[in-house]
């Protein structure tokens, strides 16, 4: 059977949302936001959830550590919900359409965007919020999850920096480097994150899919190994079962070009969710128009491809090199 909007049935939702509600007031005058400072020399690290509504794993883990109490041990340490307004807006009757309120808040992170004052959204407004905080920022992890249900990867941008922070994390085993979207830039790419001659850095972690308790464990995990990384934390201060078995080697795939849908008339050619990959060029992955879609080179991967928001000029799968 084919993947397409018609056939692919709505994944369970086997997690409790949280309440965000006792975290409204932030610590510091940005409502959802939470910075500790250790008075030790140190970097200053965020951990961001929800700049996607609908995506709850990230949520889960934030709130986690501000129910532990969670403080560094050295440098800053920011916790933040960065999309609540979509998130309180979820709807387990249509869960995808919670993603955002007016536009995507992770397609908005230029100085040009944010500084256009003629430009207004509900996105553009939290975005204008976070970015003070995000300017001091030194390495951010920003959770994430996917519409289907695919081995859990980092996205750590085009830059060999990003790529070396992926390895040294650990895990997830699947790191895909790329240069964004053409819509708009992610927070990941933001100011230095985004700069080779900056030494701020910045991974996006994609957990797995959205409403899988397996999402939840993979951002447990992720944010403690970063937290470890950085020296933020000790590893007494983490729930023991937060650490899971890391891979045995990680694989980078390099993004080389997105496949767009040019109108509705959009198939693939089999039940793919990610990570597929063919081990020579020419394989038909799908049809455009009636017409075949083809892997350009050997080891192609396919990137979180997804059918689920289907319409003229989407991407619908990102084509990547497999590199090791």
């Known amino acids: 059977m084919t993947m397409d909007t018609a056939t ?19 610590n510091g005058g940005i409502p959802y936001l939470y910075t500790y400072d250790s008075g030790v020399p ?40 960065a999309n609540v307004e979509a998130y309180l807006r979820f709807d387990p009757a249509h869960p995808d359409a919670s993603r955002f309120v007016d536009q995507d808040l992770n397609r908005v992170w230029t100085a040009a965007i944010l500084d256009d004052a003629a430009r207004d959204s509900s996105e553009l407004r939290r975005a204008r919020q976070l970015r003070p905080v995000l300017d001091t920022v030194d390495f951010l992890l920003d959770l994430h ?4 249900r695919c081995a859990p990867l980092s996205v750590c941008g085009p830059l060999d920096k990003g790529i070396a922070l ?4 650990g895990t997830p085993a699947w790191i895909v480097s790329d ?5 708009g830039r992610r927070m990941r790419d933001y100011a230095g994150f985004g700069d080779p ?4 850095n910045a991974l996006l972690v994609e957990c797995g899919q959205h409403w899988e308790a397996g999402a939840v464990d993979v951002a447990r995990d992720v944010t403690g190994r970063f937290l470890l990384l950085h020296g933020v934390v000790e590893p007494s201060d983490l729930p ?10 990680t694989r980078v795939v390099r993004v080389t070009e997105p496949v767009v849908a040019s109108s509705m008339d959009f198939r693939f050619a089999a039940d793919y969710t990610g990570l597929e990959t063919f081990r020579d060029a020419g394989a038909v992955i799908g049809w455009r128009d009636g017409e ?5 080179y050997p080891d192609c991967v396919l990137v979180m491809p997804s059918l689920r928001q289907l319409r003229p000029g989407v991407t619908v799968v990102r084509l990547g090199k497999l590199l090791d």
């Open 166 to 169: 992926a390895r040294r994390l």
């Open 292 to 296: 075949p879609v083809t892997t350009p």
């Open 145 to 148: 999850s996917m519409h289907e």
């Open 179 to 183: 240069e964004g979207h053409p819509e």
């Open 8 to 26: 692919r049935s709505a994944y369970p939702i086997d997690v409790a949302f949280p309440d965000l509600r006792p975290y409204a007031a932030g």
């Open 42 to 81: 140190g970097p200053h690290v965020m951990v961001n959830a929800l700049t996607h509504g609908n995506e709850v794993c990230g949520a889960i883990a934030v709130a986690d550590l501000l129910g532990l109490g969670i403080r560094p041990r050295r440098g800053r340490l920011t916790l933040a919900f």
């Open 197 to 200: 001659d900056s030494e701020k």
């Open 240 to 249: 023991a079962a937060w650490l899971q078995p890391q891979p045995a080697a």
